[in-house]
């Protein structure tokens, strides 16, 4: 069974933009301070997290003209979503606030040269972020700076793309893409949103005093190594009903209860591992975030929309992961997600305040990141549900992988896997993986 894979070529777009200009809340809104959680100001989120959705043109939309209607959904939606118009202030403690000002967002009108057909049958990253997202000076620092911008990019075919970039520590991915659906029904007609923007991080506050009950190896002393990889090229994966059947048939028949997710990510964790070269007695990581709003009791509220996940570890030798077949590795990715409960996330929350919010570890880590539930795919603005939605990137992202969930040309729904390694690493890596799939 041959192994579909995308290589990386990015189309190189003509783009004409306008001036940025800042989209305020369309009615009057709330003044003061807002604390973010203690979840939120961990130094592993303080970064600018881009998005991008590609839209077909639609015989009902035409003559309505697409920049508009983003824009004035964006305004709406800040009504209910003020923060955003906001700007971080740093308090004690390296203490993130939202001053809420009202100040607004930064919103770019573009077009390019190019129809939708142009990004080839399947779109998958990396995309041209320097003309899709405009990077404004003076806008990726953490205080001060924009929580949010928005780039809306007309076609030649009558589609468009939506590219949009928010502050980490305001909302989680599933909190951004709460705002984006919001802002689908406002450009849709709605009067009030389906789901109401619910605040309280008052919830994910550090206890007084903190007491850490857990081991948290995910954020270990780095010791200041780094990964020296030289010449990244990423390619995408694609993982539809065949080839996950395929891998299943590497399951154990003892392990009867699994996930989409356990599999994958121990699969390609395990041919990552093999393909590195590394010593067996070295110790490897594998990172992933769990969704922990339904951890606490009673839940976080379903309007809840800053970050809520843990980042458990996986940590193991690699003679472990690649000496033992994909059951132990799925094993271990198991019971480390067990461990994921409302004490786990208190224990978090009273770490960072008494480590200094420390950053995750990242050395001889793989990052896996499950995108596929957190509605990118349901954001429809009139022109119905994008084509493509999922993380933007210019090009290979160290370390880390993103699940996407998509339909194909076929119209089967797949999963996209994006991995970056040096060049020799990825032929390994592609030789393990075909390996498995030729059932």
Same mark, same amino acid.
């Given at each position: 069974?041959?192994?579909?894979?995308?290589?990386?070529?990015?189309?190189?777009?003509?783009?004409?933009?306008?001036?940025?200009?800042?989209?305020?809340?369309?009615?009057?809104?709330? /003044?003061?301070?807002?604390?973010? +959680?203690?979840?939120?100001?961990?130094?592993?989120? /303080?970064?600018?997290?881009?998005?991008?959705?590609?839209?077909?043109?639609?015989?009902?939309?035409?003559?309505?003209?697409?920049?508009?209607?983003?824009?004035?959904?964006?305004?709406?939606?800040?009504?209910?979503?003020?923060?955003?118009?906001?700007?971080?202030?740093?308090?004690?403690?390296?203490?993130?606030?939202?001053?809420?000002?009202?100040?607004?967002?930064?919103?770019?009108?573009?077009?390019?040269?190019? +129809?939708?057909?142009?990004?080839?049958?399947?779109?998958?990253?990396?995309?041209?972020?320097?003309?899709?997202?405009?990077?404004?000076?003076?806008?990726?620092?953490?205080?001060?700076?924009?929580?949010?911008?928005?780039?809306?990019?007309?076609?030649?075919?009558?589609?468009?793309?939506?590219?949009?970039?928010?502050?980490?520590?305001?909302?989680?991915?599933?909190?951004?893409?709460?705002?984006?659906?919001?802002?689908?029904?406002?450009?849709?007609?709605?009067?009030?949103?389906?789901?109401?923007?619910?605040?309280?991080?008052? /919830?994910?506050?550090? /206890?007084?005093?903190?007491?850490?009950?857990?081991?948290?190896?995910?954020?270990?002393?780095?010791?200041?190594?780094?990964?020296?990889?030289?010449?990244?090229?990423?390619?995408?994966?694609?993982?539809?009903?065949?080839?996950?059947?395929?891998?299943?048939?590497?399951?154990?028949?003892?392990?009867?209860?699994?996930? $989409?997710?356990?599999?994958? +990510?121990?699969?390609?964790?395990?041919?990552? $591992?093999?393909?590195?070269?590394?010593?067996?007695?070295?110790?490897?990581?594998?990172?992933?975030?769990?969704?922990?709003?339904?951890?606490?009791?009673?839940?976080?509220?379903?309007?809840?929309?800053?970050?809520?996940?843990?980042?458990?570890?996986?940590?193991?030798?690699?003679?472990?992961?690649?000496?033992?077949?994909?059951?132990?590795?799925?094993?271990?990715?198991?019971?480390?997600?067990?461990?994921?409960?409302?004490?786990?996330?208190?224990?978090?929350?009273?770490?960072?305040?008494?480590?200094?919010?420390?950053?995750?570890?990242?050395?001889?880590?793989?990052?896996?990141?499950?995108?596929?539930?957190?509605?990118?795919?349901?954001?429809?603005?009139?022109?119905?549900?994008?084509?493509?939605?999922?993380?933007?990137?210019?090009?290979?992202?160290?370390?880390? +992988?993103?699940?996407?969930?998509?339909?194909?040309?076929?119209?089967?729904?797949?999963?996209?896997?994006?991995?970056?390694?040096?060049?020799?690493?990825?032929?390994?890596?592609?030789?393990?993986?075909?390996?498995?799939?030729?059932?």
């Amino acid at each position: 069974m041959a192994l579909k894979e995308q290589k990386m070529s990015p189309l190189v777009l003509k783009v004409t933009r306008a001036e940025p200009v800042m989209v305020c809340p369309a009615q009057p809104t709330p /003044r003061g301070l807002k604390m973010l +959680s203690d979840i939120d100001d961990q130094e592993g989120l /303080r970064f600018q997290m881009p998005g991008i959705m590609f839209y077909r043109g639609h015989p009902s939309m035409d003559g309505v003209d697409t920049v508009k209607v983003v824009k004035d959904a964006l305004a709406k939606a800040l009504v209910l979503y003020y923060p955003f118009a906001g700007r971080l202030v740093e308090g004690t403690n390296r203490k993130l606030v939202v001053d809420c000002t009202g100040e607004g967002v930064p919103f770019i009108e573009a077009e390019a040269n190019a +129809s939708l057909e142009d990004f080839g049958d399947e779109i998958h990253p990396p995309f041209s972020l320097e003309d899709l997202l405009y990077d404004i000076p003076g806008t990726s620092e953490m205080i001060g700076t924009p929580l949010l911008i928005l780039q809306v990019t007309r076609l030649k075919c009558g589609g468009f793309i939506v590219a949009v970039r928010h502050n980490h520590t305001i909302a989680d991915g599933a909190g951004i893409m709460q705002l984006m659906n919001v802002m689908g029904e406002m450009g849709r007609g709605f009067t009030s949103p389906t789901t109401l923007p619910v605040w309280e991080r008052e /919830r994910l506050f550090a /206890r007084d005093p903190p007491r850490v009950t857990f081991n948290h190896r995910e954020y270990d002393d780095q010791h200041d190594n780094v990964n020296n990889y030289i010449g990244l090229v990423q390619q995408c994966f694609m993982f539809g009903s065949v080839q996950l059947t395929a891998l299943r048939s590497h399951v154990p028949s003892h392990i009867q209860k699994y996930s $989409t997710f356990d599999l994958l +990510s121990a699969t390609l964790w395990r041919c990552r $591992t093999k393909s590195l070269g590394l010593k067996p007695d070295d110790e490897v990581r594998l990172l992933f975030s769990v969704n922990a709003r339904n951890k606490f009791d009673p839940p976080l509220a379903k309007g809840y929309y800053g970050n809520a996940c843990a980042f458990p570890t996986v940590c193991a030798k690699v003679g472990d992961i690649c000496d033992n077949q994909i059951g132990f590795v799925m094993e271990l990715i198991r019971k480390t997600k067990e461990e994921i409960n409302e004490e786990y996330m208190r224990s978090v929350m009273d770490f960072m305040v008494t480590k200094d919010r420390p950053h995750y570890i990242m050395y001889r880590t793989y990052d896996v990141s499950d995108l596929r539930h957190l509605g990118f795919a349901d954001v429809d603005f009139g022109w119905g549900k994008p084509v493509y939605g999922g993380p933007a990137s210019n090009g290979p992202v160290p370390d880390a +992988s993103f699940f996407i969930s998509y339909n194909n040309k076929e119209g089967e729904r797949v999963i996209m896997v994006t991995i970056s390694l040096p060049p020799k690493e990825m032929e390994v890596f592609t030789k393990e993986l075909e390996g498995l799939l030729q059932v």
